[in-house]
């Protein structure tokens, strides 16, 4: 079972994700992500939040798509993307969220991506563009095939506690059993040779920690 969870706010690329979407057994949308929604067309099976940035017209969508929604007040402990996140039911979730806008939003979100990892789930963040993988260790991880297109730029953020015995393949700058600390840009910016831009594979493993491996297109 897929479920695909749309937070709201600026610059989602939603063109590019509409065919995952569509392929999605679960929808929940957060307040205003559901617009994203009615732009390729898709109601989500539950729309969840407040209801304070929401517009009229896309919840008369709602209204006439007869889509299941709960409403919580604006004065809440966790915001409508967290609600959103803790109703899933599935262990595999895509997170469809911006990375820009509100810059305490956008940290949260990732910062719940990787918690929702530690706690046992499958989190994976894009806003279209970007691609945040979640990865707990023990773990090896390679890029898919389809990630690896326009020779993207990739960070590794350990989060929480160190990262041990990091190891990368087929990357630019090789690492070998590494340790990786919070807070250090040491693994920001690697990329792909040309050798790993086609079906070599690419990645990373390591024994320990909790890590969020970012795809991020060139500039």
Known sequence: MSAVVIAGGPDIQIQN??????????????????????????????LLGDMDSISKDTLHWIQKGNVPTQVFPIEKDMTDAELCLREVKSKDI????????????????????????????SVTLTDGSTWVYALKGPCEFSIPPERKKGNPVISLFPMFKEAKEVTTFGLQYPLQRATLYPGSSFSVSNGLPLESRGESPAGISFEEGVILFFLTPSM
Request: a negative charge; aromatic letters at 6%; zero cysteines.
């Open 17 to 46: 994700l509409t065919e995952i979407i569509k392929s999605a057994d679960e929808m929940i949308a957060a307040d205003s992500g559901a617009a994203y929604l009615q732009k390729v067309g898709v109601f989500p099976t539950l």
């Open 94 to 121: 895509l997170f469809i969220s911006s990375l820009g806008g509100r810059p305490d939003h956008a940290f949260m979100n990732l910062l719940m991506t990787a918690r929702l990892k530690e706690e046992g789930k």
